[in-house]
């Protein structure tokens, strides 16, 4: 679908993507104005049902009444829990804070657990919805770009070990999607720009086309709230649930969603999971230039490739290199060690996803550590 066939206007009915798994099926909605229709959607779909909506502090100031009214005006039963902001809430403690607001909040398994924020808050959020009562069904409303493109789909939920980062998680299924784009209109220069490495990275994955699109377009998907993000989100939503569809538990390519996320989870291990010096969408971006160079160190895709990729990402402001961390003092001994603690390694073996060029991404098993551990020496030397 072109840019112009997305829907662009408030009063316009929302761009659906469904993701096809049988009897899980659920749709994502993205659109202006979906904020105000969560109560209507959810009764719809669990008449009666009451719901618990987990967000952070952050997205609760400027969110939670909206979606409260709703849940009002739609005539449901609702509690809410508000965990701190940022990715030290994917944590045990977090998790057995929320899930005992859920309890205390008498839930019941046919109840909602309602995700309003970040990756974070949905990845927690679920992970929650997973595990209690061996099972509750949820619903995302996803405030970040970030979230509305990547991890609101596919039912990925987890939180973080002190080993690493997602260690710790199920596979749970929504029940649905609702990506309110007016949302990200609240978001900081730098949450977008973060959002937008996952956004790119479904161009450089398989699709070419998209990618010379948002090369021409980047700015649009920067500016206002119109046709040209709401395309970027829906084309990369649309990406996403294929892969899901296909691959729901990721024994084949669905693991080619981690393009550069074997790198960034390593940096973002390394730093102590400090949004202050490197955000998740940030981490993605330096790993997804260090996978295509990568590659072209190993003569598996042009230079020119990774040198267009690292000119993209940089030209919206994100950074590229692990020098691009503030403070950055660990050494390739140390970056290696934690994307060997990731949790893609097969018996030891590392798991990468590297590059043929642009849009012709794949699955490297049994990379070689020393080769990794060299090409880093030499990126940790480059400005």
Same mark, same amino acid.
């Given at each position: 679908m072109?840019?112009?066939a997305?829907?662009?206007?408030?009063?316009?009915?929302?761009?659906?993507?469904?993701?096809?798994l049988?009897d899980?099926s659920?749709?994502?909605?993205?659109?202006p104005? /979906?904020? %105000?229709?969560?109560?209507?959607?959810? *009764? +719809?779909?669990?008449?009666g $049902? &009451?719901? @618990?909506v987990?967000t952070?502090?952050?997205?609760?100031?400027?969110h /939670?009444? %909206?979606l409260?009214?709703?849940?009002? *005006? +739609?005539?449901l039963?609702? $509690? &809410?829990? @508000?965990v701190?902001?940022?990715?030290?809430?994917?944590?045990?403690d977090?998790? %057995?804070?929320?899930?005992?607001?859920?309890?205390?909040?008498?839930?019941?398994?046919?109840?909602?657990v309602?995700?309003l924020?970040?990756?974070?808050?949905?990845?927690?959020?679920?992970?929650?919805?997973?595990?209690?009562?061996r099972?509750?069904?949820f619903?995302?409303?996803?405030t970040?770009?970030?979230a509305?493109?990547d991890?609101?789909?596919?039912?990925?939920?987890g939180?973080?070990?002190?080993q690493g980062?997602?260690l710790?998680?199920?596979?749970?299924q929504?029940?649905l999607?609702?990506a309110?784009?007016?949302?990200?209109d609240?978001?900081?220069?730098?949450e977008?720009?973060?959002?937008?490495?996952?956004v790119?990275?479904?161009?450089?994955?398989?699709d070419a086309?998209?990618?010379?699109?948002?090369?021409?377009?980047?700015a649009?998907?920067?500016g206002?709230?119109?046709?040209?993000?709401?395309?970027?989100?829906?084309?990369?939503?649309r990406?996403?649930?294929a892969?899901?569809a296909?691959?729901?538990?990721?024994?084949?390519?669905?693991?080619?969603?981690?393009?550069?996320h074997?790198?960034?989870?390593?940096?973002e291990?390394?730093?102590?999971?400090?949004?202050?010096r490197?955000?998740h969408?940030?981490?993605?971006?330096?790993?997804?230039?260090?996978?295509?160079r990568?590659?072209?160190a190993?003569?598996?895709?042009?230079?020119?490739?990774?040198?267009r990729?690292?000119a993209?990402?940089?030209a919206?402001?994100?950074?590229?290199?692990?020098?691009?961390?503030?403070?950055w003092t660990?050494g390739?001994?140390?970056?290696?060690?934690?994307?060997?603690?990731?949790?893609?390694?097969?018996r030891?073996?590392?798991?990468?996803?590297?590059?043929?060029?642009?849009?012709?991404?794949?699955?490297?098993?049994d990379?070689?550590?020393?080769a990794?551990?060299?090409?880093l020496?030499?990126?940790?030397?480059?400005?």
């Open positions: 072109t840019p112009d997305e829907a662009s206007g408030t009063g316009s009915a929302p761009t659906r993507v469904p993701v096809g049988g899980r659920y749709d994502i909605l993205i659109g104005g /979906l904020l %105000a229709q969560a109560g209507a959607r959810i *009764a +719809a779909l669990a008449p $049902a &009451a719901c @618990v987990v952070d502090r952050h997205v609760a100031a400027r /939670l009444p %909206a409260g009214a709703s849940l009002d *005006a +739609a005539g039963r609702h $509690a &809410a829990v @508000v701190a902001p940022g990715e030290g809430s994917k944590s045990f977090a998790y %057995a804070e929320v899930c005992g607001a859920v309890l205390d909040a008498r839930a019941e398994r046919g109840d909602i309602v995700a924020g970040g990756g974070v808050v949905g990845d927690l959020a679920g992970f929650v919805a997973a595990t209690l009562k099972g509750m069904r619903v995302q409303v996803p970040s770009l970030l509305q493109v991890s609101s789909v596919g039912g990925k939920t939180i973080n070990a002190p980062k997602n710790v998680g199920a596979f749970h929504p029940s999607v609702l309110d784009t007016g949302c990200l609240t978001l900081s220069p730098r977008f720009r973060a959002g937008y490495a996952e790119a990275k479904y161009g450089l994955i398989d086309a998209f990618f010379d699109w948002l090369d021409g377009n980047r649009a998907v920067f206002e709230n119109g046709p040209a993000r709401r395309h970027a989100i829906a084309q990369s939503c990406a996403k649930a892969v899901v296909r691959d729901e538990h990721e024994h084949g390519d669905r693991a080619l969603l981690n393009l550069g074997t790198f960034g989870h390593a940096l291990r390394l730093s102590r999971y400090d949004g202050t490197l955000v969408g940030e981490a993605v971006a330096i790993g997804i230039a260090l996978a295509f990568f590659s072209a190993q003569g598996l895709c042009p230079m020119s490739d990774a040198d990729v690292a993209h990402l940089r919206v402001g994100l950074p590229t290199r692990i020098r691009d961390v503030p403070g660990d390739a001994e140390a970056i290696l060690d934690a994307m060997m603690q990731d949790k893609k390694v097969t030891g073996r590392l798991n990468l996803i590297l590059a043929r060029g642009i849009g012709r991404s794949f699955v490297a098993p990379v070689q550590a020393e990794v551990r060299g090409f020496d030499d990126e940790l030397v480059k400005d």
